[in-house]
Antibody, heavy 124, light 107 residues
Framework: QVQLQESGPGLVKPSETLSLTCSVS??????????WGWIRQPPGKGLEWIGS???????DYTPSLTSRITMSVDASKKQFSLQLRSVTATDTAVYYC????????????????WGQGILVTVSS | EIVLTQSPGTLSLSPGERATLSCRAS??????LTWYQQKPGQAPRLLIY???SRATGVPDRFSGSGSGTDFTLTINGLEPDDFAVYYC?????????FGQGTKVETK
């Protein structure tokens, strides 16, 4: 059973960088059958996909955040990470990491396993 | 960007009733649609993928249908555990987008 767990600071100051890590267990983080994604949910609101990263096959970011985000995979630690720069109060949200499946044609699909989420508040 | 519009925003029903939730896409997405269930304080849970295929462990009272731009999630015989928020998500084209959610609440 694949399990994911987010970690990182729960409070970030405006204009600083939000950094989160997702630890993966029960599955291979280097498999080309999956990307690894981040999704966020502002309090009381809906879900927003941020981006997805693969160990060896690239990145896919949402256009509205491309200029502020960096994602990477550390296979030795079985972790992947998110950095979101120049944060403001509108970046306050629960951040989820999730496994982003692919089909036989290498097309990205849906998110089948999710972490429990971590609330990150942007405030001075 | 493909916009998904869910309706209604809230559905007030009693246990045992049928829930019918709609998700409409701003452009055709074939059958590339997923439904998730989210309970308060929890992560979303995959329910339906490929418009109608149930994920592992999902009871058969949940069914999905539709293709192109119009999709439906039906819950036959609501159980207390089913009262939650439901989101659709398209995976036809990046950016991968979600609907705004439908809350199924107890009447």
């Amino acid at each position: 059973q694949v399990q994911l767990q987010e970690s990182g600071p729960g409070l970030v100051k405006p204009s600083e960088t939000l950094s989160l890590t997702c630890s993966v267990s029960g599955g291979s983080i280097t498999s080309d059958s999956y990307f690894w994604g981040w999704i966020r949910q502002p309090p009381g609101k809906g879900l927003e996909w941020i981006g997805s990263v693969s160990y060896s096959e690239g990145l896919d970011y949402t256009p509205s955040l491309t200029s502020r985000i960096t994602m990477s995979v550390d296979a030795s630690k079985k972790q992947f990470s998110l950095q979101l720069r120049s944060v403001t109060a509108t970046d306050t949200a629960v951040y989820y990491c999730a496994r982003h499946g692919r089909n036989a044609y290498k097309e990205l699909l849906y998110f089948d396993y999710w972490g429990q989420g971590i609330l990150v508040t942007v405030s001075s | 960007e493909i916009v998904l519009t869910q309706s209604p925003g809230t559905l007030s029903l009693s246990p045992g009733e049928r829930a019918t939730l709609s998700c409409r896409a701003s452009q055709t997405i074939g059958g590339s649609l997923t439904w998730y269930q989210q309970k308060p304080g929890q992560a979303p849970r995959l329910l339906i993928y490929g418009s109608f295929s149930r994920a592992t462990g999902v009871p058969d009272r949940f069914s999905g249908s539709g293709s192109g731009t119009d999709f439906t999630l039906t819950i036959n015989g609501l159980e207390p555990d089913d009262f939650a928020v439901y989101y659709c998500q398209q995976y036809r084209r990046s950016p991968w987008t979600f609907g705004q959610g439908t809350k199924v609440e107890t009447k």
